[in-house]
């Protein structure tokens, strides 16, 4: 895309009764809390404040007032190129805040897991310069959970405290802990074996929040669960996120996971693997009842396709 996707402030026109949230039905209003931006290059051609705060009722009633935030990770005209020639990623340029929720949407292949083993400091960048604040703590998620499968799961928790030299008893405190949050309260001495996908992947988050990451970065995790079990883990997480302050990075080739999820998008394009458009979402969470069948949620799915077929085309 050379131009802005510009997608306006959705105006007080229309009434935003609690039928059409539930039932859209129609063309779907454009959103008011969606604004996005073509890059080429590493260069944002476009950011666009939105026009006016939205005068109707809302899902997202304080799109408009959201703080500034930290960086976290800054990457500048970062490649990499592996040793067999491929050149997976190409002029990335992207400022990680502080607390936000940003999604890495695009096709199979397109980078994004070389992208997020950079940021977590996994993999060096072949060229350009990732700048990382000094006292982070990073928590990494894989699509597959990873459990050491002879252990149960308080003792798959605690493996990173155990390695970092951390005492037994904080060990099995904050496990525990990591544990609950993540709702599964009275599973600590259940194996692998006897949990369900969505609960060994609930243990797998368990380990990665027990460190007190300050940035969680997730690499397609809820791919291989079925739908149920991935929107209520989409739920939880939100609320984890919304209720701890830790900045996630979720990987994912999902349009409907990424609008959910995310207060940011960046699209990505392929060969070499770059940043072709951003979409900021500025919605709270946890997302509010019905929001899956909300109109909002549908125009604002509808713009991030025509973001992802714009970066496909490029
Ligand atoms: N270790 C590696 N060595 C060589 N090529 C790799 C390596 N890892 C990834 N690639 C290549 O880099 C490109 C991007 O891969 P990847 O980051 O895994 O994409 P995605 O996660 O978007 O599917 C692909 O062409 C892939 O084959
Ligand atoms: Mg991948």
Redesign the pocket.
């Known amino acids: 895309m050379d131009h802005a996707a510009i997608i306006p402030g959705g105006g007080g026109e229309r009434q935003a009764a609690a039928d059409d949230r539930l039932l859209p039905h129609g063309p779907p209003p454009r959103p008011a809390c969606c604004r996005a931006g073509a890059r080429r290059g590493g260069t944002r051609i476009e950011g666009t404040a939105l026009a006016a705060p939205p005068r109707r009722p809302s899902f997202f009633p304080h799109a408009h007032r959201l703080p500034p935030r930290v960086t976290l990770v800054a990457l500048d005209g970062v490649g990499k190129r592996?040793?067999?020639g491929?050149e997976?990623l190409a002029g990335i340029d992207l400022r990680i805040g502080a607390g936000e929720f940003l999604a890495i949407l695009?096709p199979?292949?397109?980078?994004?897991?070389?992208?997020l083993r950079l940021i977590a400091g996994l993999a060096e960048p072949s060229s350009g310069r990732i700048t990382r604040q000094a006292s982070r703590q990073v928590g990494f998620v894989f699509q597959e959970a990873t459990l050491l499968p002879w252990s149960d799961a308080i003792t798959n928790v605690r493996l990173p405290l155990r390695l970092a030299g951390i005492d037994r008893a904080e060990q099995e405190a904050r496990a525990a802990a990591a544990l609950d949050q993540v709702g599964l309260r009275g599973f600590e001495r259940a194996y692998p074996r006897e949990l369900s996908g969505g609960m060994r992947m609930r243990v797998s988050i368990a380990r990665a929040l027990v460190t007190r990451p300050s940035l969680l970065l997730m690499d397609e995790p809820f791919a291989a669960l079925d739908e149920l079990t991935r929107h209520r883990l989409n739920d939880d997480l939100l609320a984890l996120w919304a209720g701890s302050g830790v900045t996630v990075v979720f990987?994912t080739h999902s349009v409907f996971e990424s609008v959910y999820l995310a207060s940011r998008i960046l699209v990505m394009a392929t060969r070499p693997?770059r940043v072709a458009a951003e979409l900021a979402m500025e919605a709270p969470a946890p997302r509010p009842t019905g929001f899956r069948t909300s109109a909002e949620y549908a125009a604002l799915c509808r713009a991030t396709t025509e973001a992802l077929e714009g970066a496909m085309a490029q």
């Not at 199979?108 to 992208?115: A, D, F, P």
């Open positions: 592996f040793a067999s491929t997976a695009g199979s292949g397109c980078g994004k897991s070389t992208l990987v693997g």
